[in-house]
Nanobody
Framework: QVQLVESGGGLVQAGGSLRLSCAAS????????MGWFRQAPGRERESVAG????????RYADSVKGRFTISRDNAKNMVYLQMNSLKAEDTAVYYC?????????????WGQGTQVTVSS
């Protein structure tokens, strides 16, 4: 069992930045591929970024490439999402999740989510 707790969301103006954090429980965190997802009102949850267990490989949705950066600190059981040049369309609830496979969007465990609101 893994528990995930996201933090760092909030209200920011367009063009601004936020850094989301995801704290994970469990001693096997360093063996998990991790991902960030988001869900905007009226829309399905979508993948934003993924990172391998070692942090050696990352992937991004086309809509956030060049603006968002996913990273992790296995010593601290943490995953981060640095979001720059935010746009109104980035407004959503952001979730971190344990991926079943690095290149898949299937998730074994979800966090509770953190709200990000970007004002235009």
């Amino acid at each position: 069992q893994v528990q995930l707790v996201e933090s760092g969301g909030g209200l920011v103006q367009a063009g601004g930045s936020l850094r989301l954090s995801c704290a994970a429980s469990g001693r096997t965190f360093s063996s998990y591929h991790m991902g960030w997802f988001r869900q905007a009102p009226g829309r399905e949850r979508e993948s934003v970024a993924g990172i391998t267990w070692s942090g050696g490989r990352t992937r991004y949705a086309d809509s956030v490439k060049g603006r968002f950066t996913i990273s992790r600190d296995n010593a601290k059981n943490m995953v981060y999402l640095q979001m720059n040049s935010l746009k109104a369309e980035d407004t959503a609830v952001y979730y971190c999740g344990v991926l079943t496979k690095y290149l898949a969007d299937e998730v074994d465990y979800w966090g509770q989510g953190t709200q990000v609101t970007v004002s235009s």
